[in-house]
């Protein structure tokens, strides 16, 4: 614990101005983020009793997953769409407690120039359906066909593993379908190819042996009924927690010694850290590289864009994806819908930008592990989530991580 009246003394030598941010109580634990990580770690340890204090960089909870009603009174996903999916139950029962759900099942197409100056779609996961589409429907039953007595039904085959095949005709469909589907999309969104990015990236996105053309194929899905962004506020809606906005915690928070300083006194009760790593240490080893992203969005004068929550420019453009919230959300709203391309590029750290993915491989690895190894001097200090531990999680195994960590806490 570390005393308000001393931390007042401190805040108010060292920042008056930030006094209007001073707490009244004693707390336990101090999480850093308000995201997935942050919110779930918050309300476990608060429900032992544990006093909470959450201080979280942006104006507003849910990290990435922030939803939002904007001018046009569309309910968007500010930084890009989420959508929950997962097998897990005890991470679903739980969040059950925060939000009622809207039963959705995403489906996405590639849209792709049809050679004859119109477009063509498909589902992506590529699949059989796709196959047909391809191909026309008897050489696509015919290929569908020789791909089932290889890999066998409901199989989800990689693409670089599909490329491995021997079979000159395989081959040659794993071509095309690494032509169409993955290499460009792969290049706009990651600047490589699928041969250079993590295995792990492309498998999320297999071919699938199958005429199921959801996204996902996990027992739990759906969306929060009343959104994200409440359902993160009833997470962290709790006596025993308090969080402050707009507050970076780097200004709060040293590391850069031997002790773990909070407001400049040493602290030795649990730190839940959910930023990125590099910063947390001032970049002391150099910057981890990330991927970040653009967002275009528009509102539009009519019901609906396009035929599916999200459609995938494999082939042209120099956006990867379009998403339509509206058949995300549900939202029944005539006349009007608001649509977003999303456009990748290398995060540079400049002001503003948000570092989105990871980029994994063996070089990046290794100086995150770098990092970890500093962290790891401090027996009270956690790093949790998608920033904190360099990884490509979905936001039910970020959930889980949580959960899991708070109970050991
Ligand atoms: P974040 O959501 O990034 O939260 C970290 C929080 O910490 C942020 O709010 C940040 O402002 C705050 N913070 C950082 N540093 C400081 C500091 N110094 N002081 C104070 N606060 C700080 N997952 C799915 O399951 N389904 C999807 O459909 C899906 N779609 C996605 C689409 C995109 C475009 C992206 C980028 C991700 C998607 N994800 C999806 C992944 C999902 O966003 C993450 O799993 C989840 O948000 C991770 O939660 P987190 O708490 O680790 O990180
Ligand atoms: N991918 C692709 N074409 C697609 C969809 C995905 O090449 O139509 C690849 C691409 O490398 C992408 C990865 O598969 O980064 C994972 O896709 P996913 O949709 O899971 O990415 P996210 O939604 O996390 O951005």
Known sequence: MWGAALWKMIACARRPERFVLSVEKLFDVLIVGAGCAGAA??????????????LERRSHVAGNAYDCLNGDGVLIHQYGPHIFHTNLRPVYDWLSRFTRWRDYQH???????DG???????????NLTSLETAFGLE????????LLSAYGPER????????RNPDPEIASLADYVY????????MKQWGQTPEEIDPATTARVPVFLSRDDRYFQDAC???????YTPMFRAILDHPNITVRLGVDALDRLDVSGDALLVDGVPFSGPVIYTGQVDELFGFRYGRLPYRTLDFDFETLPMDSFQTHGTVNYTVDGDFTRITEFKHLTGQTLPGVTTIMREYSRSYTGAEGEIPYYAIINPENNALYARYRALAERFPNLYLLGRLAEYRYYNMDAILARALDTAEAI
């Open 221 to 227: 899905q759906g969306m929060p009924l009343e959104g």
């Open 116 to 126: 004859h100056g119109g477009r063509m779609q498909y589902p992506v996961p590529f």
């Open 179 to 186: 032509e169409h589907v993955f290499v460009h999309y792969t």
């Open 107 to 113: 489906r996405v197409v590639a849209s792709i120039p």
């Open 41 to 54: 770690a918050a309300r476990v340890l608060a429900e032992k009793g544990r006093q909470v204090l959450v």
């Open 156 to 163: 989800k085959v990689t693409i670089l593993e599909l490329r």
């Open 139 to 146: 050489e696509g039953r015919r290929l569908g066909e020789k």
